[in-house]
């Protein structure tokens, strides 16, 4: 008859962190927001912030996600989370206040409040969710949709002479002196999660050492939208959306430089620093 194992007899390597709450999500089977949950929850138990920080919800997808942080939440009107963290900050400047927010939310009805934020250095931190649609309200198509993408709203794929490019936010927030750090990468595979984790620091150190406006963005999957498995998502952000969204560090001044490239590109993609390690 086997031994029964005791808890003296199990190692834990691998456990829920402290600031994301022991629930079931409401996310889609294959959807990256419980990849980037974890990550920002990570980050705050990592960061001893628990007792200090204050997010901000977007209206999208993650319009829930206070259910899921350990920490205060504040839900904002829809594109207005940076304006709304901007206030907390100001009011309690010793607070670690971020930002979760979509693409819609951020990059189509939020944009103005997002580059001011940034063009004002305000001491926020963004986490930034891509991924390339309106996930939530039937799969519309959003400023960052890829060209030729179908979308409920394009139909026949969106087509750069009637609808536009999409939206690069950190190429466009690229330019601005009030920001601190600015990056991208997608979490389309494990070998991404430590380069995130990287990233991330890099944001949160941004505003606890008072550096300015911090915004990391991920390139995530929306495989029911998409019309595609979980596998088959994955592998067109690594394929497709790699392409038009190059991952890389767009601004570091925590170093005391700007790393913003003359020719507006990230100056250290994804591939270079894979092939560095």
Same mark, same amino acid.
Request: charged residues 20%; glycine residues 10%; contains cysteine.
């Given at each position: ?5 005791? +808890? ?56 829930? =996600? ?19 963290? #901007? ?6 400047? $010793? ?7 979509? $693409? ?9 409040? #997002? ?5 004002? @250095?305000?001491?926020? #931190? ?9 996930? &939530? ?25 009637? &609808? ?23 979490? +389309? ?38 019309? &595609? ?12 959306? #790699?392409?038009?969204?190059?991952? @890389? ?8 430089? +700007?790393? +913003? @490239? =003359? $020719? @507006? ?13």
């Amino acid at each position: 008859m086997a031994e029964s194992l005791t +808890s003296a007899d199990v190692e834990c390597v691998f456990e829920r962190p402290e600031a994301l709450v022991d629930r079931s999500h409401h996310y889609c089977p294959g959807c990256s927001h419980g990849i980037y949950h974890r990550l920002v929850a990570e980050m705050i138990d990592e960061f001893g912030l628990l007792n200090r920080a204050v997010g901000i919800c977007p209206v999208g997808c993650s319009v829930l =996600a206070y259910d899921y942080f350990a920490v205060d939440m504040i839900e904002a009107s829809h594109g207005r989370a940076p304006a709304v963290a #901007t206030g907390v900050k100001r009011a309690l400047p $010793d607070a670690f206040v971020f930002t979760y927010q979509g $693409d819609g939310d951020l990059a189509s009805i939020g944009m103005s409040e #997002t580059v001011h934020a940034a063009a004002r @250095g305000e001491n926020i #931190t963004v986490f930034f969710v891509n991924n390339g649609i309106y996930g &939530m309200t039937g799969g519309q198509m959003a400023p960052t949709t890829l060209p030729g993408q179908k979308t409920t709203t394009s139909p026949g794929g969106r087509e750069v002479a009637v &609808m536009g490019h999409p939206v690069d936010v950190c190429k466009l927030l690229q330019s601005l002196p009030g920001v601190a750090f600015l990056a991208r990468v997608p979490l +389309s595979a494990p070998k991404h999660l430590k380069t995130a984790r990287k990233y991330m620091r890099k944001a949160i150190s941004a505003q606890l050492q008072k550096k300015g406006f911090s915004l990391v963005e991920v390139l995530a999957t929306c495989p029911v939208q998409w019309r &595609m498995t979980p596998i088959a998502a994955l592998r067109h952000v690594d394929e497709n959306v #790699t392409k038009v969204f190059e991952p @890389g560090v767009f601004v570091d001044r925590l170093d005391g430089d +700007s790393h +913003s @490239g =003359a $020719d @507006g590109g990230a100056t250290r993609t994804e591939t270079e620093r894979q092939e560095k390690r």
